[in-house]
């Protein structure tokens, strides 16, 4: 699996279309969820793959949301990425602003956990240790119920995305939970190092 950029030009590429700190901690997020997914699945030799389909699977979305996954494939080219990379950054939108289907388990799993880290980092915010290393899945599992909480995280989305994967929605969540476990210091310390936090 190609991606025709290397690790730093991906996130040269990520900070050209994204100021916002959300939106680069976000992309960082799900880097790290991918790159932990990849080895935990048996895909450790396609880990900087998964990893920076993670990282820019947003790129085009905070500046222009209305076309969410429609400007990617352009920003995409223009960095040099490959028709690889810019199908699964695409795919994570299918049925929402896209008409990509997940087909590589690596899509299925960005289309699944991307959604899913929003919850848990919001979920985690609430926590007095506003990390993630101490969350339980039945934690998890109440603030999914509640669709007061973090109501832009799609509960529909978060349900296909195990479906299609074949999973349990608990394995999902407990999952994820263990792959932001991986990267939460690493992003922390990556967010400083850009002087996006502190």
């Known amino acids: 699996m190609k991606t025709g950029l290397t ?27 991918m790159r932990w997914y990849a080895r935990e699945l048996g895909y450790g030799e396609d880990e900087d793959f998964w990893g920076i389909a993670g990282l820019l699977h947003d790129i085009d979305f905070e500046e222009y949301p209305e076309q969410h996954c429609v400007k990617a494939p352009e920003l995409l080219k223009e960095g040099g990425a490959e028709e690889e990379l810019i199908h699964a950054v695409c795919s994570h939108g299918y049925g929402l602003c896209s008409d990509v289907e997940p087909v590589h388990e690596m899509e299925k799993v960005l289309f699944a956990a991307d959604e899913l880290t929003g919850l848990i980092g919001a979920a985690a915010k ?26 832009g995280c799609s509960r529909d989305v978060i ?38 936090q502190g």
């Open 7 to 33: 690790r730093e030009e991906a996130l040269s590429l990520l900070q050209k279309h994204n100021k916002e700190p959300f939106h680069i901690q976000h992309g960082l997020t799900v880097e790290g969820v």
């Open 159 to 196: 349900r296909t995305g195990a479906e299609r994967l074949g999973w349990e929605l608990d394995r999902l969540f407990e999952q994820t939970i263990l792959a932001m476990r991986s990267c939460e210091a690493s992003v922390e310390r990556e967010m400083e190092a850009l002087g996006l």
């Open 126 to 151: 609430m926590r007095p240790s506003k990390s993630v290393m101490d969350m339980e899945v039945s934690s998890l599992k109440k603030k999914f119920k509640d669709k007061r909480f973090a109501a």
